[in-house]
């Protein structure tokens, strides 16, 4: 029987986004599981689609010891603070020394955190539980598929494994795959050979969904490759809204022979260079978007507006309005939108009760320049607690509470608010409130790409709206200042230049 200390700490940065993640983000988890230690990390993560739940899973199915260390995630914000990254940080590294002589450890990170005082949040973890274990032990992570990988993550883990599908789908899988890796090392007794290759260009968050081309071809590739060169590969397409010199695509690998993990990742990095000019989709304009909604959506059949640059799980709070005034204004029939990100909204309709009639000014919130309350009179038609489990094929078995949900009635158009951030992208959020999605003839979702793993299936087409936002579908609109030179900012674009010192 091995010892495997067992841990995780998840955020992906977006750093202009509007508020950062402190520690009670983290304490509280909201979409997420709540912070956790110990020995409640197994039983609180157990059944849901989480790595570390998969992870565990295959360790104990092997018999294995795993002490737990520390578990928190929270959902996409600006960068995490210094406050809570020491705390959880020291919370992990504490309980892995009292752990005494670990054969491994598994960590459950995204890949893609900025903190306060550090550029590569998950590197600086990866670096302290080197220091405490020593260089015999091997460390194991699962990625998020949008990690942005940085070559300290790579000096000081023996083993990354990053998510295969967007919407991530595989999260329970890749834990597996993880702690599959881990014991390998472990049976082995030494490193395996490994290899990275940075692509030059960023994509948008909805171009690399592997729902679509080039994601859903690519990903077939890797998984032969792998075979093919007796490897374990993961393509890590980034998360492009990090200003901070390793944001940036990523191939990478492990394996018994050096030269054809070299072989693995230079073959699958050529493809990927390759499909550059597919990773270009089409954006539109909310007028543009509802128009052509309103005419192809049915009921059993409709439209989904993916109101992308307000995502939730790209650092948006999920509070602008600029699809929800469009809405208003086509007035189309079955219109949806959700879910629009207000606490006080929320409380103030269930002030009023069922049936009541008011003026809201709704959303804004974050107090993004240029962005302003929608003022208008709506009805409440639906009132409910936001306690509920997900049944989608992403967040199955995730227990939500989203605190005091509601559902705002103008004309045609009914918008669902939650007080809790968190991104549409499981048909619960709506079913919980009384609305089935399959019935309307609009959907608008925010949500980038995770929407599309139980909503695809009953729409009818899906449009990426750009309606103003803080998470942009074009990284070329960022004011970047710190990305590596030349690294071009969208596929076949313009490649970044570092600004003058004074500038």
């Known amino acids: 029987m091995a010892v495997i200390a067992v841990g995780g700490f998840q955020h992906e940065t977006n750093t202009f986004a509007p508020s950062k993640a402190d520690y009670a983000t983290f304490a509280q988890g ?12 197994a039983p609180r993560l157990g059944g849901a689609n989480i790595p570390a739940a998969g992870a565990l899973a295959t360790l104990h199915a092997a018999g294995h010891r795993t002490p ?7 959902s996409p914000t600006a960068h995490v603070t210094a406050d809570a990254f020491e705390r959880i940080v020291g919370t992990l590294t504490r309980r892995l020394e009292q752990a005494g002589a670990v054969d491994g450890v598994y960590l459950d990170l995204h890949g893609a955190m900025v903190t306060e005082h550090l550029d590569d949040g998950d590197g600086e973890i990866l670096a302290r539980v080197r220091r405490i274990v020593g260089p015999g032990v091997p460390i194991v992570a699962s990625l998020d598929l949008h990690a942005n990988v940085t070559r300290q993550m790579m000096a000081f883990a023996d083993g990354l494994v990053a998510y295969r599908t967007y919407p991530h789908v595989d999260m329970k899988q890749t834990g597996e795959r993880a702690a599959r890796l881990l014991l390998t090392l472990h049976e082995r007794g030494a490193p395996l050979a490994r290899a990275a290759r940075a692509l030059d260009f960023l994509t948008s968050l909805p171009a690399q969904s592997t729902f679509i081309e080039p994601g859903r071809r690519l990903y077939e590739l890797l998984a032969t490759v792998e075979r093919e060169e007796e490897a374990v590969l993961s393509f890590t397409p980034g998360f492009p809204m990090a200003d901070f010199p390793e944001c940036q695509m990523t191939v990478l690998g492990y394996g018994a022979d050096p030269v054809r993990v070299r072989r693995a990742v230079d073959r699958l990095a050529r493809a990927v260079a390759e499909a550059e000019a597919e990773f270009v989709v089409e954006l539109f304009d909310p007028a543009t978007a509802i128009a052509r909604a309103a005419r192809r959506g049915e009921v059993g059949a409709p439209v989904v507006l993916a109101d992308t640059q307000d995502n939730p799980g790209a650092g948006g709070n999920g509070d602008t309005t600029g699809l929800l005034a469009a809405l208003i204004a086509a007035n189309p029939p079955d219109a949806v939108l959700g879910l629009l990100i207000d606490r006080a909204s929320a409380a103030q309709a269930h002030a009023l009760g069922v049936g009541g009639k008011a ?4 959303g804004a919130t974050s107090g993004l320049p240029g962005h302003v309350p929608l003022v208008g009179e709506f009805t409440v038609s639906v009132l409910a607690d936001g306690n509920f489990t997900c049944t989608g094929p992403m967040f199955k078995g995730f227990s939500m509470q989203l605190g005091p949900m509601a559902v705002l009635t103008h004309d045609n158009v009914r918008v669902v608010l939650a007080s809790k951030k968190v991104q549409a992208a499981d048909q619960a959020m709506f079913r ?25 299936p009953i729409a009818r087409e899906i449009l990426i709206v750009a309606a103003p936002g803080p998470a942009p579908a074009d990284p070329s609109t960022l004011p970047f200042r710190r990305l590596r030179a030349g690294l071009r900012l969208t596929p076949l674009g313009p490649a970044f230049v570092p600004p003058h010192p004074d500038a």
């Not at 909201?30 to 990390?41: K, Q």
């Not at 003026?359 to 709704?362: I, M, Q």
């Not at 919980?432 to 695809?456: T, W, Y």
Request: no cysteine.
């Open 68 to 74: 737990g260390l520390v578990w928190a995630a929270a």
């Open 432 to 456: 919980h409130v009384g609305i089935e999605p399959a019935r309307e003839r609009i959907l608008a979702l925010k949500s980038s790409a995770h929407f599309r793993a139980d909503f695809a």
């Open 359 to 362: 003026t809201f000014h709704l």
């Open 30 to 41: 909201g979409a997420w599981p709540p912070l956790t230690e110990g020995d409640a990390i």
